[in-house]
């Protein structure tokens, strides 16, 4: 019976996750043509094409839809295996995958995984950076163990979250932006001026459009993106008015609108059927502490 080199493996599911031969080698540490030959031999092994390449894209075909999840699950297995074995002596080793939206990951994160990093060297930290809707999902098929983002308004299937920062969001502007010391702006106002927003489908976002529309009102979004720094870059050039965490407006005018309050809540997710490694437990530690 033939056996399935596990190096391959996880190079086919980068790739598949990725659709891309060069973001999966830069993510293994690879040459591009390393990971080509990991998806030849896998390939060779199955006797059978995974992947299409046409046009210089890459995608599954049906033997590789039909591939993918069950080794998504034999790995999972395989690390689990390993976990279980290191831990039986309590010890707190081995590779801890997590998951960061952009923005925890840049403006919350950092002194956390510098003390990480020093107290605990036997852990190889696997990140992720997602937008904080898809990292459910990462959990949910075992990419990653634990998740730090922007938690969903309402409760997640199979997720147990933890908040760990309340994050209030504001109204904000330029300096230049018409305005500018302007007293008792409402949101009719703002419904009428442009505006550059997250995305309507994400957690942000909803919050957003939620507070406009329980006045029967549409935004006047004329962009949107799903990262709150870019966000912040286009309204610091007069482009439009926009909502940000109110630890993102240096130089930028905050605009007050009465009687609107906007917050949104920052923690970490994990699948509340998978028990957490050692490493998974230090870490959500540090960060509840």
């Known amino acids: 019976m033939k056996s399935l080199d596990t190096d391959a493996l996880r190079a086919f599911i980068i790739v598949a996750n990725s ?49 993918l999840p069950k080794a998504r699950s034999a790995l999972q297995q395989l690390d689990e295996a390993y976990q279980a074995v290191i831990e039986l002596e309590g010890n707190i080793a081995g ?4 998951a960061f939206s952009h923005h925890i990951g840049l403006h919350r994160l950092p002194p956390f995984l510098k003390k990480f990093s020093a107290s605990q060297p036997q852990v190889r930290l696997d990140i992720e950076f997602v937008d904080s809707e898809q990292a459910y999902n990462r959990l949910r098929e075992g ?16 997720m147990h979250a933890t908040a760990l920062w309340a994050d209030p969001l504001v109204f904000v502007c330029s300096p230049e932006h018409q305005l500018h ?16 927003l997250p995305a309507a489908n994400t957690y942000t976002g909803r919050i957003v ?29 007069g482009l439009g008015w926009s909502v940000l965490p109110r630890t993102m407006t240096e130089g930028l005018e905050i605009i007050h609108v009465p009687d609107v309050y906007l917050e949104r809540s920052l923690g970490i997710i994990e699948h509340s059927g998978r028990k957490l490694s050692n490493a998974a437990n230090a870490f959500k530690t540090l960060l509840i502490a």
């Open 19 to 67: 659709g891309s031969f060069s973001i999966a080698a830069s993510q293994l540490g690879l040459t591009q043509p390393a990971v080509s030959k990991r998806i030849a031999q896998l390939e060779s092994q199955l006797g059978t094409k995974i992947l299409d390449r046409v046009s210089k894209k890459v995608a599954l075909n049906e033997a590789g839809r039909t591939l």
């Open 181 to 196: 010391l302007r007293d008792h702006v409402s949101l009719e106002d703002l419904s009428q001026l442009d505006a550059i």
């Open 95 to 98: 590779t801890l995958s997590i």
């Open 143 to 158: 990419s990653s163990e634990l998740a730090l983002i922007t938690l969903a308004p309402d409760p997640q299937r199979d």
């Open 209 to 237: 459009s939620t507070a406009f529309a329980k006045q029967g009102l549409k935004l006047g979004a004329t962009m949107t993106t799903n990262y709150l720094e870019t966000i912040k870059m286009m309204v610091s050039i």
